[in-house]
């Protein structure tokens, strides 16, 4: 058989038409107990393109876990043509304490590459880069908005690639946000090795929201449909609205600290002076309105109760795609 025809991954050898459930072991607890991260390939009889869709890099970030559940629950992951390989949580150990890093206090998507002998997170990212990422033709990683922020459906992608902005396109997340590669994160290091990479935020940690859910999964099908690997059971529908692309923006941010609400829904598009929030003590003293400094649309707020002074609280496009 030629290289194309079987999948060699983690020590298994998976032919076309077969499926499996391979363990990705990073290492074991202090109790001896082993930590495996399950990996669910699919493979069609008909060779093709193999898409990697992972999720939960931080462990707090279950919205991205809830997508690619998802994916996987309604058999979307099971391909006409290629390969699907799906990583649901890679940050195991994140995820089972509701925490966004590893035991060892790293970010894991600040340690990319990776290295063999370092950090747990950094061993990890490195066995992730080597083990499997060299397989991949495309990666749709999903990640949720931090802490108590709430980020719209997005797609965030470097400028200049013309295949990324096609991707991201066929997506359709309401929002599309050119930003630039951040040092050592996973999406840089698929960059850096030529593997073509959308990132999908939205929604915020601790929780899972069904509109958002709803975009991922939607997303995922489109480009699956658009890569002629999608099975034929599935619709595939068009975005309801148009994309918007995000070429600048800036974070609004508390003038004080106190009792902070939003008086504006996610994606709302606001004039410059609009009154979009409102800044209060526990007294019934003093209400502060926060008021929009430019025309654009609000593609993240913070949704935590109590803020304070210097906190980001709105995500405000400056600059727009002609």
């Known amino acids: 058989m030629s290289k194309k025809e ?29 930590i495996d991260v399950p990996v669910i390939i699919e493979r069609s009889k008909k060779p093709g393109p193999t898409v990697l869709i992972t999720a939960g890099i931080h462990g707090d970030e279950v919205n991205g876990v809830e997508i690619v559940r998802q994916i996987i629950a309604k058999g979307i992951n099971k ?25 060892d206090g790293r970010d894991l998507n600040r340690v990319f590459p990776g290295i063999k002998g370092g950090s747990l997170a ?14 991949a033709d ?19 992608i470097i400028k200049g690639e013309k295949i990324l902005d096609d991707l991201a396109k066929v997506f359709g997340a309401p929002f599309v946000f050119y930003s630039k590669n951040i040092n050592k994160s996973f999406r840089n290091t698929c960059y850096k090795l030529g593997v073509p990479i959308l990132l999908f935020e939205g929604g915020k940690s601790f929780h899972i929201d069904n509109t958002v859910t709803n975009t991922g999964v939607n997303g995922a099908k489109r480009v699956l449909h658009y890569l002629d690997m999608l099975n034929r059971k599935f619709k595939v529908s068009e975005p309801k609205k148009s994309c918007v692309y995000i070429t600048n923006s800036r974070w609004i941010r508390a003038n004080y600290s106190g009792m902070f609400k939003s008086t504006i829904a996610i994606n709302a598009e606001v004039k410059k002076g609009d009154v979009i929030g409102n800044i209060t003590d526990p007294y019934g003293s003093f209400n502060h309105f926060v008021k ?15 803020i304070y002074q210097g906190d980001a609280i709105f995500h405000i496009t400056t600059k727009l795609k002609s």
């Open 292 to 306: 929009a400094p430019n025309d654009g649309y609000i593609f993240n707020i913070n949704e935590s109760p109590i």
């Open 6 to 34: 079987v999948l060699h991954i983690l020590g298994e050898k998976i032919e076309l038409g077969e499926s499996a459930k391979v363990s990705f072991n990073v290492a074991k607890l202090h109790t001896q107990n082993t």
């Open 79 to 103: 391909p006409k043509k290629g390969t699907i390989i799906c990583i649901p949580v890679i940050n195991v150990f994140g995820f089972i304490h509701m925490d966004r890093e590893f035991p």
């Open 122 to 135: 950094s061993r990890v990212a490195f066995k992730l880069v080597t083990e499997i990422l060299p397989h």
């Open 138 to 156: 495309l990666v749709l990683d999903f990640h949720t908005g931090g802490a108590d922020r709430f980020n719209s459906a997005q797609v965030r």
